[in-house]
C-alpha cells in the first residue's frame, strides 16, 4: 500500500513565477491537507480538501490555491512567487477528520 | 486561535538514557495531540497521538501524557538509540466541528551519541 506521495520532489522557480505541486492521499484517504513549513520551522497549515472544496484554511493570501480531483489527489498552487516562499511544502492525507499521514514534501526554492 | 509551544529546542543524550520533550497548548477545546519524527530530508512521521479522554499512551520505548488542567503533554521515549536522532514535533488540533487543522510547535532536535 502506498503512502501519500508528492511530486515534483524538488523544484527551482523565480520570483513572480507561478508554482504548481501535487499530492496523491494514501489508498482509502479521501481528505488533502497542505502545509508550508520554512527551514528551521514547524509545519504551518495552508488550506484542507475534502470532497473537492476547500473545508478550512490557514493564515495565507489568496496567492495560494488549491484543488482536489475526484479520485481525492490535489494540487497546490502559488501564483506572484516571493522569495519567502521558499519552504519544504508538504501534503498530508486523512481518512475524513482523523490522523493526518504527510508526504515527502516538495523542496520549492525561490530566486 | 490555538498556540503550541515545544521545549526544549535542542536535546542530547546518551544511548541508553531517557529523553523527555514538552509542549504547551493555549485553546482548551484542543482534543487531539500527535507527536511526528522527522528525519533529514522526510516528511514528518507520526510516530504516536493521544486524544483528550485519554491520560497515557505506551507504544514500546514511546509513551505521551496528557494534562489537560495544566494543557501540556509530553513525549518520553526510553533506552533512546541513535536512530531515535531526529527532529520531533508536536500539534494539537481542536474539536472537529472548527476543523482539522494542526497547529504544529517548532520542534525539537535530538541527538542520541553512541
Known amino acids: 500500500d502506498a503512502g501519500v506521495t508528492q511530486s515534483p520532489t524538488h523544484l527551482i522557480k523565480t520570483r513572480g513565477q507561478q508554482v504548481t505541486l501535487r499530492c496523491s492521499p494514501k489508498s482509502g484517504h479521501d481528505t488533502v491537507s497542505w502545509y508550508q513549513q520554512a527551514l528551521g520551522q514547524g509545519p504551518q497549515f495552508i488550506f484542507q480538501y475534502y470532497e473537492e472544496e476547500e473545508r478550512q484554511r490557514g493564515n495565507f493570501p489568496d496567492r495560494f490555491s488549491g484543488h482536489q480531483f475526484p479520485n481525492y489527489s490535489s494540487e497546490l498552487n502559488v501564483n506572484a512567487l516571493l522569495l519567502g516562499d521558499s519552504a519544504l511544502y508538504l501534503c498530508a492525507s486523512s481518512p475524513g477528520t482523523d490522523t493526518q499521514y504527510f508526504g515527502p514534501g516538495t523542496r520549492l526554492t525561490v530566486l | 486561535g490555538e498556540n503550541v509551544e515545544q521545549h526544549p529546542s535542542t536535546l542530547s543524550v546518551q544511548e541508553g538514557d531517557s529523553a523527555v520533550i514538552k509542549c504547551t497548548y493555549s485553546?482548551?477545546?484542543?482534543?487531539?495531540f500527535p507527536w511526528y519524527k522527522q528525519e533529514l530530508g522526510k516528511g514528518p512521521q507520526l510516530i504516536i497521538d493521544?486524544?483528550?479522554?485519554?491520560g497515557e499512551k505506551k507504544d514500546q520505548r514511546i509513551a505521551v501524557t496528557l494534562n489537560k488542567t495544566a494543557k501540556h503533554f509530553s513525549l518520553h521515549i526510553t533506552e533512546t538509540q541513535p536512530e531515535d536522532s531526529a527532529v520531533y514535533f508536536c500539534?494539537?488540533?481542536?474539536?472537529?466541528?472548527?476543523?482539522?487543522?494542526?497547529?504544529f510547535g517548532k520542534g525539537t532536535t535530538l541527538s542520541v551519541s553512541s
Open positions: 500539534a494539537a488540533r481542536g474539536p472537529q466541528w472548527a476543523g482539522t487543522a494542526l497547529i
Open positions: 485553546d482548551s477545546a484542543s482534543n487531539y
Open positions: 493521544i486524544r483528550s479522554n485519554v
